[in-house]
């Protein structure tokens, strides 16, 4: 998913936007700081998290900048183009621009491109392009014209291939498009004519790139409101020139067709393209982001005063022309799964931890028999190919294959360790191998179960559930719960059936045979001294810490109460509610904890919840709310511990025990007391996210006075009175 965060804007004191907005807004040597050129003479630095300016410099009066400034990420200087042609270089210690170092060119320049680890690249008018050094060298050195006279830039962008600067621009000529592609060290320029549809002749396409592979990806915003894609050759046939390139539908009716003005696009990473325009005809202009993976809309925010058409994106952080203000919108974008389209994803591992790889890219994985993927994926593939055949194979894989057909279980734990110590266990398939191997062993020898080679396989970090499939089974056969919590805590992509197999065996295993399992229990260190012994004192706890919650609520209906004395009597020999402690050992609620933190699609899981035994169902649940009044207890509604299940899983947990078994606990005895604390659990919090509603209500009144009122030079106090 993705999300627009609060927006908020710039001072705009010192800039003023012109009718076009702003020539741009680029990245300084600073993560933080930004380097904003207005369309007449000034340039400003501002600083997004304090929302100030650090500093402002100006041409003289009739002069006109006329390119954005960017900042030389090699030495920490400014760099603007004013008049066309003459170049401005200053610092932050420079207060004029009059004064600073200034270069005249022989040549009209079109923009100044600067990306890390290179130095910057000037773009002229007539499509040659210089290094900046090289032209400083001798600013009067003559610049050829690589385009026609007829042909006109419309947008250009520089990208890093293998340390390689490559620039690519769009150029217009009566209203046909081409685009060139140059590699800037061997000096090579590719030219291709783009065949964007009759429907171009009426407005300008929006481009924007990025590279894919061998690939630039040119994406541009047709009149029709659609979203195409062309993919662009880095390296050019030497047997064909001006190569003709279709396009392809990305992305349909994202705006509206009849819109004229305000429209932009920019890739925001992979998956997630940001879009600005109005998405219905006679709208408001909208800022949106959509998943072209999946072809989903993320998350829209209306825009009101509309914008210029101008859309930057540098970071996490979108920068836009909203009205005559320059607004920043930050975002987020999470990593584009089909778990995170169909499912739930697995929460982000903490810092510091081993990042496990979730999906294996076989596009760099080829020769993977040899067990080490091309240290350098700039190689051609012909080139992969001679070098795949010279390799040799990596020592001791085909090897240890055919001790772990034949040699005792001792034998090929020491080989394992040998192998894993020696090889970079990288590469997906060959761990993979490793462990069909051994599953396949297992399967045609009852008594071979090599647990401590399978740990240590599971431990390399790059095990999937589809790369190992039989895995999971054979650590349920052989009722091995340490080892199905590695596998929950690890692989992506578990079945739904799988993780209620596991689920039952969590909870069906007795606790003698827990006591002897080793398992980490650091995540539920705190569970045991949650709440005082005693129905009393628990009773007295809850009315005062459990943000508004109450058992035994004053508002509950006389019903309820009778009802809750009758299931208490009726539960005084089997278990009794509130509950006092944790209902289960720290072992099993470390093993609970790791089902709850599993990725599943409700569809999908529901029938299994089904087959769970009632009695093991009425545990769950127990288990579940004693962990909501543990984080109800907490004034930030978490649970202590390391990576705990947040409320949101164990809600969700609640609702699909509910959901699938309800009509089987509301007929167990021991489950009464439980469900009607439940009930009145949730009627207590409709109560409060009621008032907090009445009080949000007022505050949003309260707000829309304070806009409507003009309070220059007054000054009042209001009281206003929300009970």
Not at 43 to 49: C, G, Q, T
Not at 93 to 121: C, G, M, N, W, Y
Not at 615 to 644: E, V
Not at 693 to 707: G, H, P, Y
Request: glycine share 6%; with cysteine.
């Amino acid at each position: 998913m993705a999300t627009l965060e609060e927006e908020f804007t710039l001072s705009t004191g010192v800039l003023g936007a012109g009718p076009e907005g702003f020539l741009g807004v680029e990245q300084s040597d600073k993560a933080d700081q930004f380097l904003v050129t207005d369309g007449g003479r000034t340039v400003v630095l501002y600083k997004v998290s304090d929302q100030k300016p650090l500093g402002s410099w100006s041409v003289k009066q009739g002069q006109c900048i006329t390119c954005p400034a960017v900042c030389n990420f090699q030495t920490g200087e400014y760099i603007v183009v004013h008049d066309h042609k003459v170049l401005r270089i200053w610092n932050n210690e420079d207060v004029t621009l009059d004064k600073v170092f200034k270069a005249t060119l022989s040549a009209e320049v079109h923009r100044i491109h600067s990306v890390q680890r290179t130095e910057p690249l000037v773009l002229f008018s007539r499509g040659a392009a210089r290094g900046l050094e090289a032209l400083l060298t001798e600013p009067q050195q003559n610049i050829e014209a690589v385009i026609p006279d007829e042909e006109v830039i419309k947008w250009s962008e520089v990208f890093m291939l293998f340390k390689q600067p490559v620039l690519i621009f769009i150029t217009e000529n009566h209203e046909n498009y081409f685009a060139y592609v140059q590699l800037c060290k061997s000096h090579t320029l590719s030219k291709y004519t783009l065949l964007l549809g009759k429907q171009e002749n009426t407005v300008k396409p929006n481009f924007t790139a990025r590279l894919d592979g061998k690939f630039i990806s040119l994406v541009s915003l047709s009149s029709d409101g659609c979203i195409y894609e062309t993919l662009i050759p880095m390296y050019s046939s030497d047997t064909e020139k001006n190569q003709r390139l279709g396009r392809a539908l990305m992305l349909k009716a994202v705006v509206s067709g009849g819109a004229r003005n305000g429209l932009a696009l920019t890739f925001l990473d992979q998956d997630h393209i940001a879009v600005l325009g109005p998405p219905l005809p006679a709208s408001k202009d909208c800022l949106s982001i959509w998943n072209i993976k999946f072809q989903t809309l993320q998350t829209s925010k209306e825009l009101p005063q509309g914008t210029s058409g101008q859309l930057w994106y540098h970071g996490e952080i979108l920068f836009m022309l909203h009205g005559k203000c320059l607004t920043v919108i930050p975002y987020k974008c999470e990593v584009s799964s089909l778990a995170s389209a169909l499912g739930k994803l697995k929460p982000t591992q903490e810092s510091g931890t081993h990042s496990m790889p979730h999906f294996v890219n076989w596009e760099t994985c080829s020769g993977y028999e040899l067990g080490s993927c091309s240290a350098e994926q700039s190689k051609t593939p012909r080139r992969k190919k001679i070098e795949t055949n010279l390799q040799p194979e990596v020592p001791g894989f085909k090897q240890l294959l055919l001790i772990i057909k034949k040699d005792s279980e001792k034998h090929i734990e020491v080989e394992l360790r040998k192998f894993l110590a020696k090889s970079t266990p990288d590469f997906h398939t060959v761990i993979g191998d490793i462990v069909a191997g051994l599953l396949g062993r297992c399967k045609a020898e009852q008594s071979f179960y090599p647990r401590n080679c399978l740990m240590q396989l599971i431990q390399t970090h790059v095990l999937s559930y589809s790369l190992c499939p039989g895995l999971m089974e054979i650590a349920l056969e052989h009722r091995d719960v340490q080892m199905l919590q590695l596998c929950l805590q690890q692989f992506p992509d578990i079945p739904e059936s799988t993780t209620c197999a596991c689920l039952k065996l969590f909870l069906s295993i007795a606790d003698d045979c827990l006591r002897d399992i080793t398992i980490n229990v650091e995540s539920v260190f705190d569970y045991s001294d949650v709440i005082q012994d005693g129905e009393e004192e628990m009773e007295e706890q809850t009315e005062i810490a459990q943000n508004g919650f109450s058992p035994e609520d004053s508002g509950c209906s006389k019903d309820s109460q009778q009802l809750s004395k009758k299931a208490g009597d009726a539960t005084q020999e089997t278990i009794s509610f509130p509950v006092t402690s944790c209902p289960v050992s720290p072992k099993r609620a470390t093993l609970l904890n790791a089902v709850l933190h599993s990725a599943y699609s409700e569809p999908f899981l529901l029938p299994h919840l089904k087959d769970i035994p009632a009695k093991h169902i009425t545990l769950f649940l127990q288990y579940l709310y004693f962990l909501y009044l543990k984080c109800s207890g907490n004034a930030t509604m978490t649970l202590p511990g390391k990576s705990p299940p947040t409320v949101s899983q164990i809600m969700d947990w609640i609702c699909l025990l509910l959901d699938a078994n309800f009509t089987v606990v509301l007929m167990i005895p021991e489950a009464k007391r439980l469900l009607l604390n439940l009930y009145n659990f949730v009627k207590s919090q409709i109560s409060i996210y009621s008032e907090l509603n009445k009080i949000e209500v007022s505050f949003r009144e309260l707000q829309k006075l304070n806009q409507e009122k003009s309070s220059r030079g007054l000054y009042s106090i209001e009281v206003l009175e929300l009970f």
